[in-house]
């Protein structure tokens, strides 16, 4: 058993199916949880930035492949420039 830091549930928790770091939530009041201790199991909120930090992750991939594009666009450009002089 552990218990939850939000709302003092007691969340029970297999300490076999879990590792350290591995997230879970509150049934009783839904927060994310994050385990930092496998004996005892302790629990503590997870911080929520996590997901935050992926999606400008995406966004940084998705607008750097955006410029590489652009690139080699303008390689292209300044290669079809040189054959024809």
Known sequence: MATCPECDAEIEVDEFDVDKGDQLSCP???SNL???SLSPI???VAPEDDEDEDEEEDLEDGEL???DD???EDDEEEEDGDWEE
Request: glycine share 6%.
């Open 65 to 67: 492949a955006d410029d």
């Open 34 to 36: 994050e385990v930092t």
């Open 28 to 30: 009783e009041c839904g």
């Open 42 to 44: 302790e629990l503590d």
């Open 70 to 72: 652009e690139e080699e």
